[in-house]
C-alpha cells in the first residue's frame, strides 16, 4: 500500500487526497499522513509499497496511474513529457496554489468517521 504525505495547510494537496480516496473506496492502494515539518516544501510525496520516494509530477502521476482506468491512462500519458518539464509544469502550479485553491478551515478538513482510519496523524 502507498502511503500519501501532503501539506496540511494546501487546498489543491487535499483535493489530491480527496481524489485518492474517492478511487480507492475498499482502502487497498492508499494511506495517508501530513508531511513532516522536514519534509519537502510545496511537494506531495509518495512513498511506494516497494518504499520508492516519489516527488512531484512522479507523485501525481502515480497518484492517477492508481485512480482507474481513464486517470491512469492520463498518468501514463503523462510519463511521456520529459520529468523536468514535467516538475517545471508542477512548481509552476505550486507557486500560485493558495491563490488557485483556498487554504482549508483549520489543518485537517473533515473526514468520514469511516476514512479516518485511513489517515497517520
Do not use: Q
Not at 9 to 29: E, I, N, S
Not at 32 to 42: M, Q, R, T, Y
Amino acid at each position: 500500500m502507498d502511503r500519501v504525505l501532503y501539506d496540511g495547510d494546501c487546498g489543491l494537496c487535499h483535493r489530491a487526497v480527496r481524489f485518492a480516496l474517492r478511487h480507492d473506496p475498499d482502502g487497498t492502494k492508499f494511506r495517508f499522513a501530513p508531511l513532516p515539518p522536514d519534509g519537502p516544501e510545496n511537494s506531495v510525496v509518495v512513498i511506494t509499497a516497494e518504499g520508492r520516494r516519489l516527488l512531484r509530477s512522479d507523485a501525481v502521476i502515480r497518484l492517477l496511474v492508481l485512480g482507474g482506468p481513464g486517470w491512469s491512462a492520463l498518468g501514463h500519458a503523462l510519463r511521456i513529457v520529459p520529468r523536468p518539464i514535467r516538475d517545471a509544469g508542477y512548481r509552476g502550479v505550486a507557486r500560485i496554489r493558495r491563490r488557485l485553491f483556498p487554504r482549508p478551515e483549520g489543518s485537517c478538513p473533515v473526514i468520514d468517521p469511516e476514512l479516518r482510519k485511513r489517515f497517520e496523524l
